[in-house]
């Protein structure tokens, strides 16, 4: 069978259509696939956090700020493997792999045990081990994505999207909450002892692999597609349904520059944290983990407040947009130290609850702006997201979402370089002895970013494409 040739397999049409609708609150299927997307959005978390930490701890010192680096090394595989895992995920069982997957998260967590315990290394050369084994986190992760999402709609029905996709998003980002805090944590207080961390890493990993098994099968959407080699990037059909279909490629590119902000976004709270505020890692962290503390409360909001479907979808997106912009505006502004700026507290080692609970006034307001940052990111994606996931017919879902991430991660990637030339361009303007104390450019760069998509940008209001056929 031709590999454009529409088909949609009738026992994948029975799940997403037919009568029979489980309810969320007792499908062992959705519990379980919110507890593997959890533990493993943690360990990606915990462990990036970690390395982008040890990458400003240098720089702090004087060393060459590779934060740019890692995130690149996290977000290359991601563009290179994620349009393969979506030809993977409409080939095979989305369960399979998303058990297989999980079983390689076991190993990049030895990996990174392996690196932390081998003795003789300088700081700056386990930092680059470290960053070697973040990419392989980024490969596990790329074919990782497009089953994961690619299942919800042959498990759920349509009216179940939104809350499902909203409680997938509200736990991802409450692991990005206790894995980027707990990073945090474990740099200050745990010194040459992280391999303890690595451990703990490992166990959650094998965790996750068992709560996957809990994940239902479905059948295959298209068991004789054949590979081609469109399918490591963006697929012949799935481009040709972008010139039928222009405004889900729109839906793209701005998820795209939405992930572009938001990959330059925590790197950015590192700087301004550790190298402007010189905050202690811990409290750099509980910054960074205000943003997912948003992003799952803006998640959980957007998602049941929809009652009306894709036209109250266009509102939410409108308004979160507007609000991204203020957000981004807000954080440049404290982050300046024109209202002054919280003790520092590099040197300090404070308790994880110590340093949540007593903080300076500006220290507050800086996490407020986190939070409403994260808050307006969860208003803006999710009626997006919802958007890519139902606008095409269901042969095409998983390499359609393997074609969302490549795109999400271009967007990453390039936000590396956007990084790199950020801290060049400070560099050269407050001249390198004076460069750590502006890194609140960045989010004033980011703001002007954003401007054009809350100006233009309007969600389609057209109906999903299983609607249609019906």
Known sequence: MASDTPYVPPAVADVADGDVERPLKSDSAFSGLLATQFLGAFNDNYFKQMVLLKCTELAVVGSTNLQPLALAAFALPFVLFSGFGGWLSDRYSKRTI????????IAVMAASLVVLMLSGLSPAGQLKLLIVVLGFMGAQSAFFGPSKYGILPELFKHRQLLPVNGAIQMTTFLAIIFGTAIAGVALDHLGNSLWLCSMVAILIAVIGTATAL????????????????????????????????????????????????????????????DLTLQLSKTRTSLLAASIGVGIAFGCVVAGFANKGGRADGTRWTTRGSWMIVGSLLLIALLGSGVVGRPPESRDQIQGLFHSLAVAAPVEWMLRLSMFLLGMSAGFFVIPIQVYIQEAPPAEQKGRLIGAMNVMTWIGILISAGFLWVTQQVIDALAGPEQAHQHQYATFLALAVLMIPVALFYRLPTDKPADERAD
Not at 221 to 246: H, S
């Open 214 to 273: 809990l994940v239902r099968h479905t059948p295959v959407a298209r068991p004789g597609l054949p590979f081609e080699p469109g399918n490591l990037f963006i697929p012949k059909d799935v481009r040709r349904l972008f010139r039928q279909k222009p405004s889900l490629f729109a839906a793209m590119m701005v998820m795209s520059l939405f992930w572009f902000i938001g990959g330059a976004a925590q790197p950015g709270v590192n700087n301004l944290g």
């Open 98 to 105: 998303i058990v297989w997957c999980k079983v390689a998260e």
